[in-house]
């Protein structure tokens, strides 16, 4: 039986917290000292387990997939069994959307796409976004024996609801929408595109 992997193990513990602050600060005003004080941990210590500041951030990109993902599973499981995959998840949604902030990790992304890396993660992230969105929608159309018919394509109805999220969270952030109005875009909004 071979060692656990140290290093993995460590940025596993490390990553939620660099997340956090780069969500907070964004990529440019989260200096390595901000990111090593925020883990108390040493700056040599995070350039042993990233190879830099982009290392971090991609990571932190990567994070945001995977930790949305985690959570849409958790409420998965647990969802009544009157509503569909996709009703599920529009439902967390509706009440939690951009409850982490990590939203803003993806926005500042945006402003880096000069860089390959940054660019890779980002298209990563928003490609599982898509993905699991899209089989939502798909088993969404089986339960309710609705087929594809003259419905938009399952794919472009997950990339509208992405867009949808994404509204939502810029309301949030420019204070344009109150809880209540994002929580109706989400619900309405992304019951029209199921085609519910």
Not at 55 to 78: C, P, Q
Not at 108 to 136: K, N
């Amino acid at each position: 039986m071979g060692r656990p992997n140290l290093s993995e193990q460590r940025r596993g513990e490390l990553l939620p917290i660099v997340a956090a602050t780069f969500a907070e600060f964004g990529y440019r005003r989260a200096t390595t000292a901000l990111l090593a004080e925020r883990c108390g941990v040493q700056e040599t210590i995070l350039y042993r387990l990233w190879a830099d500041k982009r290392a971090m951030f991609t990571a932190s990109i990567d994070y945001v997939a995977e930790h949305s993902e985690r959570i849409w599973a958790g409420e998965l499981a647990r969802r009544d069994s009157a509503q569909t995959t996709a009703e599920a998840v529009l439902d967390h949604e509706a009440v939690h959307l951009g409850e982490f902030g990590l939203y803003r990790i993806l926005f500042a992304g945006l402003s880096e796409t000069d860089d390959p890396a940054i660019v890779a993660a980002l298209r990563r992230a928003y490609r599982s976004f898509h993905a699991f969105l899209q089989e939502r929608v798909r088993e969404h159309r089986q339960a309710r024996g609705s087929g594809d018919g003259d419905l938009p394509p399952a794919a472009l109805v997950a990339w509208a609801m992405i867009g949808v999220g994404t509204a939502a969270n810029l309301g949030r952030e420019l204070e344009l929408l109150p809880a209540t109005q994002r929580a109706e875009l989400l619900r309405s909004a992304g019951r029209r595109l199921l085609g519910s």
